[in-house]
T-cell receptor
Framework: NAGVTQTPKFRILKIGQSMTLQCTQD?????MYWYRQDPGMGLKLIYY???????DKGEVPNGYNVSRSTTEDFPLRLELAAPSQTSVYFC?????????????FGPGTRLTVT | DQQVKQNSPSLSVQEGRISILNCDYTNSMFDYFLWYKKYPAEGPTFLIS?????DKNEDGRFTVFLNKSAKHLSLHIVPSQPGDSAVYFCAASNSNSGYALNFGKGTSLLVTP
């Protein structure tokens, strides 16, 4: 199992550009999540999904969009990038139910917006 | 509004000694608590968890204690090893909120030989 994979590893965007952060998991997990981690801070939830076709907002959803067309993939779309979106983005997945707390994280995407 | 707080940004411990990492929370609706470990340039990895109905959970060298009345939990690592050097995040969740995790800012543990 590759686990949770994220691409790209690094990206520099100019203000106003858009991009999609890719996330794929091969563990057949129902639940998937996107977090961001700003320097010196904990992770904050952006969006999550409990299954294909079902998504919901987390704590910091503004400026982002997600879709979940398959169990494996959960891409995060940034529209009109802003410097405040400079962060490290982590995708995670988990089984449903009580095991949902044990989330498996990808290696992260480091994004800089200048 | 930080609902999960780790007030010690860093901790240094000698190899073989006990490491104690602390975490406080403010939301009494949290019913599940976890510790994650993170190495540089990697994603966090799950370490140990505890349900709010318990006050202790042990897994090998790692023990988590929960004091609900004080809204406090701690992670004990005994004995500490150099490979334990990492950032440790405390996280909490309310099962009614889709299992979303609320993370603290992390404590950087350094275990010296």
């Amino acid at each position: 199992n590759a686990g949770v994979t994220q691409t790209p590893k690094f990206r520099i965007l100019k203000i106003g550009q858009s991009m999609t952060l890719q996330c794929t998991q091969d563990m057949n997990h129902n639940y998937m999540y996107w977090y961001r981690q700003d320097p010196g801070m904990g992770l904050k939830l952006i969006y999550y999904s409990v299954g294909a076709g079902i998504t919901d907002k987390g704590e910091v959803p503004n400026g982002y969009n997600v879709s979940r067309s398959t169990t494996e993939d959960f891409p995060l779309r940034l529209e009109l990038a802003a410097p405040s979106q400079t962060s490290v983005y982590f995708c995670a997945s988990s089984y449903p139910g009580d095991r949902a707390y044990e989330q498996y994280f990808g290696p992260g995407t480091r994004l800089t917006v200048t | 509004d930080q609902q999960v707080k780790q007030n010690s940004p860093s901790l240094s411990v000698q190899e073989g000694r006990i490491s104690i990492l602390n975490c406080d929370y403010t939301n009494s609706m949290f019913d599940y608590f976890l510790w994650y470990k993170k190495y540089p340039a990697e994603g966090p990895t799950f370490l140990i968890s505890i349900s709010s109905i318990k006050d202790k959970n042990e897994d090998g060298r790692f023990t988590v204690f929960l004091n609900k009345s004080a809204k406090h939990l701690s992670l004990h690592i005994v004995p500490s090893q150099p490979g334990d050097s990492a950032v440790y995040f405390c996280a909490a969740s309310n099962s009614n909120s889709g299992y979303a995790l609320n993370f603290g800012k992390g404590t950087s543990l350094l275990v010296t030989p």
